[in-house]
């Protein structure tokens, strides 16, 4: 993954400012941004103190004919530049910088950006729904919401600008929608939802399909997984059926339906106490039940992998950029370097480390920037 290759993709960002007055580029200022984020800023005082210690090593890549940008103009640039346009020069740059490969997981899902809030309304913090690789864990694409509720007509707008052919899409219940399931087959992709309260009939039909007595009667398509987190274990039992006909005609309301999967689940803590806990499935894959089991634990990985290192390593939640557009763009910024980031492999660190490391060595920064790898 080459950074430098995301500068060309920007070039067609239209910038708001008038001409007249610009002193600096908004390329430079966007791939300013980008960098000193992956040298660890984490709002526009710590990026404009990067470019004003960094102003020669950044010569290197852009014009910087002024010096450097103060944070007020960054985070008037950052205000006023259109979200669209930034999110569409990012999934043209995934693209080109990502093949997928047939079965892959794309998992998606949505995090609120609990720093977002204006003061006068603290429920107004901006959503944002990203689409995420599980195997090369790298953000493909991203979209904004008014609400968590909203994730519903935010998805398909997703899934239209993404390359999802061959691809498996993995979405919550939250996204258990046949409008969602037939947009995903339509794109040449496959569907795994996940089945909840919100489709009733579903939810109540899987019910009888997947009963007790059926599995205790199993003893094919079922697999069980155990392991050990945290101090505590959990035990998880698979099971998969490729008899559709059974929902009847429910069936048909889902295009290309192939798969009915369940899974229970039984936690142990450490005072013994067991949890168990179910969920159901549906897929227009013909899913193995190890397919079914792997793509079930890679969906859970945009928790774990993307939206946990945006707060701890990135400090997402803690940001309170907020003004006009400003936080759906630094948003962007913060998926483009941690892809960056992830993609680095040379320093077996985390996160955190890498970006300390990228901060006091430009020769690190400019690794993780060309993907060049170690010398």
């Not at 709002?43 to 210690?53: L, M, N, S």
């Not at 007020?72 to 205000?79: L, M, Q, S």
């Not at 992830?342 to 660190?349: I, L, P, Q, Y």
Request: aromatic content about 8%.
């Amino acid at each position: 993954m080459n950074g430098l290759s995301l500068l060309e993709h920007l070039s067609v960002i239209h910038d708001p400012r008038q001409e007249w007055k610009v002193s600096h580029s908004l390329s430079d200022i966007l791939f300013l941004t980008v960098v000193a984020i992956i040298a660890g800023a984490e709002g526009w005082e710590d990026i404009a103190d990067f470019g004003y210690d960094q102003v020669d090593w950044l010569r290197k890549f852009g014009e910087f004919a002024h010096g450097t940008p103060s944070h007020h103009t960054i985070a008037r640039v950052f205000a006023a530049m259109e979200p669209k346009q930034f999110q569409r020069c990012f999934i043209a740059w995934m693209k080109s910088c990502h093949q997928a490969t047939k079965g892959e997981v794309i998992a998606i899902d949505g995090k609120t950006v609990r720093g977002s809030y204006t003061q006068s309304d603290k429920s107004n913090a901006i959503h944002m729904v990203s689409a995420f690789a599980a195997a090369n864990e790298v953000v493909l694409g991203q979209i904004k919401t008014d609400s968590k509720s909203n994730e519903i007509t935010a998805i398909p707008a997703l899934l239209t600008l993404l390359n999802i052919r061959g691809c498996l899409v993995t979405i919550d219940a939250m996204g258990c929608q046949t409008k969602i399931a037939k947009c995903i087959v339509d794109g040449g992709g496959d569907y795994l939802l996940a089945v909840k309260g919100n489709q009733k009939r579903l939810k109540n039909g899987l019910n009888e399909i997947f009963s007790a007595a059926k599995l205790d009667a199993a003893v094919t398509n079922t697999l069980a997984q155990s392991e050990k987190s945290h101090g505590r274990e959990e035990t998880r039992l698979h099971m998969v059926s490729h008899d559709v006909s059974e929902l009847g005609d429910i069936a048909l309301e889902w295009p290309g339906l192939k798969s009915l999967g369940y899974v229970i689940s039984f936690r142990a803590g450490k005072g013994g106490v067991s949890e168990a806990s179910f969920r159901f499935y549906i897929s227009s894959a013909k899913l193995s039940v190890e397919e079914f089991a792997n793509a079930v634990r890679d969906h859970w990985s945009i928790e774990v992998k993307l939206h946990w290192k945006l707060d701890t390593a990135l400090n997402e939640d803690g940001c309170r950029i907020r003004r006009e557009n400003a936080a759906e763009n630094f948003a962007v910024v913060r998926h483009t370097a941690l892809n960056l980031l992830n993609a680095e492999t040379s320093f077996k660190g985390g996160i955190k480390r890498k970006q300390k490391r990228a901060n006091r060595n430009t020769r690190y920064l400019e690794q993780v920037l060309t993907g060049q790898g170690a010398s």
